[in-house]
């Protein structure tokens, strides 16, 4: 059976459609759940989709997708200006990576300017809200499509 693509997110984001609408939108986290199941099943991909408040349990989940997925769409929300155990982890995984953000994280306070992330991505998408999660789906179609051509 393919291995699945593990679409992982970060502390808070189990309050979205609560947490400041102005900046992250009204989708709670099962709405964006959805979107990106459906967008992967039309491509003939299957998603993991998890959320956690902890950072050691993303590094645990990140270790499990080095076995386990065939690409891993992280949205490390604050973990992404501060965690050079993710980071780590991702560059462990030797897997195709998307970074996520719902807002545009260029457009905000400076700490939000750096991503500890990026340098473990292949891509980032970012400000485009639950979008962001369908494109980062067709992206990881196209690399593992290239990956086996
Ligand atoms: C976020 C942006 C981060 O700066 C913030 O800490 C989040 C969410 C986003 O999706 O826009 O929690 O990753």
């Not at 990576?97 to 991503?115: A, M």
């Not at 292949?122 to 067709?138: F, M, P, Q, R």
Request: glycine share 8%; charged share 25%.
């Amino acid at each position: 059976m393919a291995k699945s693509v593990f679409v992982l997110n970060g502390p808070n984001l189990n309050l979205l459609g609560k947490r400041e609408p102005e900046v992250y939108g009204t989708d709670t986290l099962d709405d964006v759940r959805a979107r990106t199941e459906t967008r992967a099943g039309e491509l003939g991909l299957s998603v993991e989709f998890r959320q956690s408040n902890s950072e050691g349990e993303l590094v645990d989940w990140i270790q499990e997708a080095r076995e386990d997925a065939s690409a891993i769409i992280l949205n490390a929300a604050g973990y992404t200006h501060t965690s050079v155990a993710i980071l780590d982890a991702l560059q462990a995984a030797e897997l195709p990576v998307i970074e996520v953000h719902l807002s545009n994280i260029f457009r905000r306070d400076p700490f939000r300017n750096h991503s500890y992330i990026s340098l473990g991505a292949n891509g980032v998408i970012c400000g485009l809200g639950a979008k962001g999660y369908e494109l980062a789906i067709e992206a990881v179609a196209d690399i593992i499509k290239s990956q086996g051509s």
